[in-house]
């Protein structure tokens, strides 16, 4: 039988990297990769490289857009699923 596997998605504001990266030391065959969302009330943070846990990624990122590119080069999500996250920006963008 196969686990599911999850990407966990948070962001740096709160306690959500602790818990990612503690999710891919106990539970690599499940979590596949970290993605955390750089928040700050400074206008440039800086970004954290990314890094491996038991061989899984943790990215950070500024946009969703960005977000979605790494996922593209990890393998993690096609081309299209990028294009649609990359639309919907624009969407939100145009909105405001």
């Known amino acids: 039988r ?3 596997q999850y990407i966990y998605v948070g962001d740096t504001g709160e306690l959500d990297q602790e818990a990612g990266e503690t999710m891919l030391r ?3 065959e499940v979590v596949k990769a970290v993605f ?3 928040v700050s ?3 440039d943070p800086p970004i954290p490289p990314p890094r491996l846990i ?3 990624p943790v990215t950070f990122f500024r946009t969703y857009a960005g977000a979605a590119a790494r996922a593209c080069q990890l393998g ?3 081309e299209d699923g990028m294009m649609r996250v990359c639309a919907a920006a624009e969407e939100d963008l145009e909105g405001t």
């Open 76 to 78: 993690l999500m096609d």
């Open 54 to 56: 038991n061989g899984r």
């Open 26 to 28: 106990e539970y690599p």
């Open 36 to 38: 955390l969302h750089v």
């Open 41 to 43: 009330d400074r206008p």
């Open 2 to 4: 196969t686990r599911p």
